[in-house]
């Protein structure tokens, strides 16, 4: 399959040169680190902690998740996959990498972050997963499409937050609110509302990143 | 020409009925508002406040509109117009958001408090500001109405998260929002009891504030259009 | 075996609001080689990126066929091989593996002797296995007309084709084109008049110019 070659061919240049990964690591001890510094010996109040863990989780993927583009772009072989695949099979193989990356990240981030809080406790982990699985494709369809469009820009790297948030913000929303039901154990059928919002905003997020990703790729 | 007079005309009526006409317990006349408990005369505001909120989507609609024409055709005029369209939007946004808050303050007691809309016309904001971020950013004028066309196709297909189903399922301060006990889940964003008298003026008011957005983009995309065409002029020599 | 056609029509490029050509026609229909020669900024690169699908002009359109029947631009790179100096390969991969990479990705098998022989005729066999980044600008130049070959395309497009070449390279360049120009179309864009001497008909780009 094309698109996965794609992926093996990104995947095999990361094990090669290690970009990616190194420092979305680092960028994740980094940002757990200054909130543990911040907060000194503070109790963060539980309520708080389910929003935090999604800030953790934004900036750490507005840190990793534009190299599936913008790596291309800067190295200049963009025209060498222009001359090999049509855009469908790029993006689809780009949003696989991005896909797995963002599931790897915040596996990590999620792991890390209820060891150092203890005040995360989730009590309706079903919850939970349903939450974490939706909110991350979701997060890798929005960001991967709009790394697409900051990579034919100028000041790729502040561009990227802050083009991504506004689109990114009602995943957010409820993503954020996903996890404080969970925290507090809520039903599934009370959250049945949210889960089906976040729903939509996938289908939606991936009809319109593919509707749209001819244009920014052709020139 | 004429059509400006009657918008003038209009704009004043608006304006000073708006302001002027007093607000009674049983409204008697024609020019009598009624009384509206814990709002009393601050009530008015709806007359600019409402419109200046459906500007900023006119705005950002207009814009959307004007970036897919160019995507079809390629005619940079669409991307001047979509770009005036985009600069009185984010205008009117600021507007809103400001007359909002200061009626948050006088009806809910503190300028803001992250209630839904307050929160999605704040997306708004963002999102326009990152359309001008995105657009400075790039050298070449093709490749800056393709890209921000594209932005703003993106953009629009979130706002009606924000604008129809946050404020529905969330907690909010505005009617119509999920603990709203009178309209729960599902009324409309205003929900105030108005005579026939102050429906005429909020709609007159929301009429006069199209046209005149209508007038200001149009100004706004002919001088736009001139400059480049001057700027042709000079740089050939 | 002549069964490609190539046409032009009306093709029209700005940038921006700056006019590069306007209403540019040709049509080639046999095998042969082709040049697109003018002065430096006259549109060469320009017009043989329209040609290959990577740019799209701004009004007109590029007619592909093969045996009477349409090549649609999203399969148009799978049948076209195109080399250029702005071209780049994955310099974090030996030329093994930038191609075995490309070939999965086409959705081919990697054919190896094709590779193997290639490299042999580009004098490069010795080097397959190192990394890109390690390789002379000349090699990379090679390496790139090995990319351009390993489908078997129907069309070649070469922009600049012997840019950073010796001529030992230049020797081996265009022997490959001569031979491909038995049974295929190429289209050369350059101004160098060894390029241009291997031309059949040569195409001047001021002449369309306003």
């Known amino acids: 399959m094309k698109p996965y070659a794609l992926f093996k061919k990104d995947y095999h240049s990361e094990l090669r040169t290690r970009y990616a990964v190194n420092s979305l690591a680092m960028f994740i001890i980094v940002a757990l680190s200054v909130i543990l510094f911040s ?32 790596a291309e772009e800067d190295r200049g072989t963009t025209l060498l996959l222009h001359l090999i695949a049509k855009p469908s099979t790029i993006f689809n193989g780009k949003l696989l990498f991005n896909l797995i990356l963002v599931f790897l990240m915040n596996i990590v981030i999620t792991l890390l972050y ?47 937050p802050v083009l991504s948030f506004p689109i990114l913000l009602p995943l957010i929303l409820i993503s954020v609110m996903l996890t404080s039901y969970s925290m507090l154990g809520t039903s599934f059928d009370q959250a049945l509302v949210e889960i089906m919002v976040l729903v939509c905003y996938n289908v939606i997020m991936l009809t319109a990143s593919y509707m749209l990703f001819d244009f920014i790729w052709k020139d | 020409m004429v059509w400006k007079i009657f918008l003038f005309l209009l704009l004043a009526f608006v304006s000073i009925a708006g302001i002027s006409f007093p607000i009674v317990e049983n409204p008697q006349t024609w020019y009598q508002f009624p009384l509206i408990p814990g709002l009393e005369e601050n009530a008015k505001i709806i007359f600019f406040h409402v419109p200046t909120a459906w500007l900023t989507v006119i705005g950002f609609l207009v814009s959307t509109i004007f970036s ?4 079809r055709k390629k005619n940079l005029d669409d991307d001047a117009k979509s770009y005036v369209a985009a600069q009185l939007g984010l205008i009117f946004c600021i507007l809103a958001t400001v007359t909002g808050a200061v009626w948050a303050k006088f009806a809910w007691g503190s300028y803001w408090s992250w209630d839904p809309r307050q929160t999605s016309i704040f997306a708004l904001m963002l999102i326009y500001g990152a359309w001008f971020a995105l657009r400075s950013s790039i050298e070449s004028e093709d490749k800056r109405a393709t890209l921000s066309a594209v932005y703003s196709i993106l953009a629009f297909v979130t706002v009606p998260f924000f604008v129809f189903i946050m404020p529905r399922i969330m907690d909010g301060l505005h009617p119509g929002s999920a603990d709203d006990k009178f309209t729960p889940s599902g009324g409309p964003v205003v929900n105030f009891k108005m005579n026939s008298s102050m429906l005429l003026i909020f709609f007159l008011s929301l009429i006069a504030f199209t046209i005149l957005f209508y007038w200001m983009w149009n100004v706004g995309y002919r001088s736009l259009l001139i400059k480049e065409k001057l700027n042709k002029k000079i740089i050939r020599g | 075996m002549n069964n490609y056609y190539l046409a032009a029509e009306q093709i029209t490029k700005k940038f921006g609001r700056r006019l590069i050509f306007k209403d540019l026609n040709f049509k080639f229909q046999k095998n042969g080689i082709y040049g697109i ?25 590029v007619i592909h066929q093969f045996n009477k029947e349409n ?3 999203e399969n148009l790179h799978d049948n076209l091989g195109f080399v250029a100096p702005y071209l780049i390969m994955y310099e974090e991969f030996s030329a093994w593996e930038n191609l075995e990479h490309i070939s999965k990705i086409r959705g081919i098998n990697f054919n190896t002797e094709l590779f193997n ?30 990319f ?12 600049e084709p012997t840019s950073n070449l010796d001529d030992a390279g230049k020797e081996s ?20 008049n060894s390029d241009l001497d291997l031309c059949d008909i040569k195409l001047k780009l001021q002449d369309f110019k306003l």
């Open chain 1, 39 to 70: 907060i000194g010996n503070e109790k963060v109040p539980q309520n708080l902690t389910g929003g935090l863990l999604w800030v953790v989780i934004f900036f750490s993927a507005m840190s990793g998740l534009s190299r599936a583009f913008v």
């Open chain 1, 114 to 160: 209820s060891a150092l809080f203890e005040e995360f406790i989730i009590r309706n982990i079903l919850l939970f997963l349903l939450t974490f699985f939706l909110s991350n494709i979701g997060l890798a369809i929005a960001s991967t499409i709009i790394a697409a469009i900051i990579s034919k820009a100028g000041a790729k790297g502040t561009l990227y």
């Open chain 2, 68 to 71: 897919i024409k160019y995507l």
């Open chain 3, 37 to 61: 020669t003018g002065i430096n900024g006259s549109g060469k690169s320009t017009l043989i990126k329209i040609i290959g699908g990577i740019i799209s002009p701004s009004s007109g359109k």
């Open chain 3, 71 to 73: 090549i649609n631009s």
């Open chain 3, 117 to 146: 022989s290639l490299m042999e005729d580009f004098l490069l066999l010795d080097r397959k296995n190192d990394l890109v980044k390690t390789y002379s600008s000349g090699m990379k130049q090679r390496l790139k007309f090995i």
């Open chain 3, 148 to 159: 351009a070959l390993m489908h078997s395309p129907k069309i070649l497009l070469l922009d």
């Open chain 3, 173 to 192: 360049v265009y022997k490959i084109i001569k031979r491909e120009g038995q049974d295929k179309i190429v289209v050369i864009a350059s101004n160098e």
